[in-house]
């Protein structure tokens, strides 16, 4: 009770702030998004990401040095796929000669301590933009399932440390760990998108890869973001099947959902700040209405606050530099 306690008593200095702080960022929270495409010598800024590269191999390579170098110990990469190569199927997905393939090879080759993680659903692959199969307009749940787990087995293959399903099938973690423990992948990990959105946040990482979907839209498999309980009932889910770490996204916009989560399970979230969060503090950024290093910051530490204990980001290098 006033004046015996005055609140302000421990906001006095930056000391004391620091001494009672409840949260922190550091280099171990970041999983850094990568995007791999084919050719030599190619580094394309992504139009609706400024900052944001496409990459062919030879500068992933120096990338992942470079991040590792920063203290960063996970990425989680993603592919643009020629044309010319996607089909119904997804059938370049499991070439073991892959862009993704050789990826994780490369970059575990370069770093071999950095954590690998590899996106894993049909989307860049589809000449439909869509996660599965396609039938009659119809995704279809179990076939596109076993397709994914071969994908996860033939990223494990190539070295990946966890593989990251982002396509919400049902049954698919179940799928994916059942073939990766009979395979003896035991190690590898399942990095699971247990409640994904179908959110209108990820338009800029779809021109990024080339892989809006070309009918329709995703609300048939992704979450309705109206729903809170919903997402404790997947994020359950997933974890009774073998996820080992869950993921909310989008990001920002679903706290509530992280919080929810933290209260109920005892796996470690990860949020994904997504392409569109992004986009719109750089381009506010860029226009001079607000100063970027704070509110991004401000925005990461909201992720800790919340309950997450990882953030993919495409800000993990600028929070570095931030955090000096
Ligand atoms: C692929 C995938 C998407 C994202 C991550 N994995 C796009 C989508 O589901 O349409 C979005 C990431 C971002 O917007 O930053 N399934």
């Known amino acids: 009770m006033y004046p015996l306690k005055r609140n302000r008593r421990l906001r006095s200095s930056e000391s004391i702030r620091a001494l009672v702080r409840e949260n922190s960022l550091t280099p171990n929270d970041f999983i850094v998004p990568l995007f791999a495409v084919e050719g030599l010598n190619v580094k394309e800024e992504i139009t609706s990401m400024p900052d944001y590269y496409r990459m062919s191999l030879d500068h992933l390579k120096k990338e992942v040095r470079e991040l590792w170098s920063m203290g960063i110990k996970a990425v989680l990469v993603f592919v643009k796929v020629p044309e010319k190569l996607k089909d119904n199927k997804g059938t370049e997905a499991l070439n073991p000669n892959g862009l993704m393939q050789r990826a994780v090879a490369l970059i575990k080759e370069t770093v071999p301590e950095i954590i690998v993680m590899t996106d894993v659903a049909l989307d860049p692959y589809s000449s439909f933009g869509h996660d599965g199969i396609v039938e009659k307009g119809i995704i279809i749940n179990d076939a596109t399932v076993e397709v994914l787990a071969q994908m996860s087995l033939s990223h494990a293959n190539a070295g990946a440390d966890f593989v990251a399903p982002s396509d919400m099938m049902d049954g698919r973690v179940l799928a994916i760990r059942s073939l990766l423990e ?143």
Not at 287 to 311: C, H, N, P, T
């Open 182 to 324: 009979k395979e003896q992948f035991h190690d590898t990990g399942i990095m699971s998108y247990s409640a994904k959105y179908a959110s209108g946040f990820y338009g800029p990482f779809r021109s990024a890869l080339d892989s809006a979907p070309g009918f329709g839209d995703k609300k048939t498999y992704q979450m309705d973001f109206h729903n809170r309980n919903e997402a404790l009932l997947e994020t359950e889910l997933d974890i009774e099947e073998g996820a080992d770490i869950v993921m909310v996204k989008p990001g920002l916009a679903y706290l509530d959902i992280i919080r929810d989560l933290s209260y109920h399970i005892e796996v470690p979230i990860a949020a994904y700040q997504v392409s569109g969060e992004y986009a719109m503090l750089k381009a506010a950024a860029q226009k001079g209405w607000i100063d970027y290093d704070a509110i991004m910051y401000e925005q990461l530490v909201a992720f800790k606050r919340a309950g997450a204990s990882l953030i993919a980001t495409y800000c993990a290098k600028d929070a570095v530099r931030v955090l000096g």
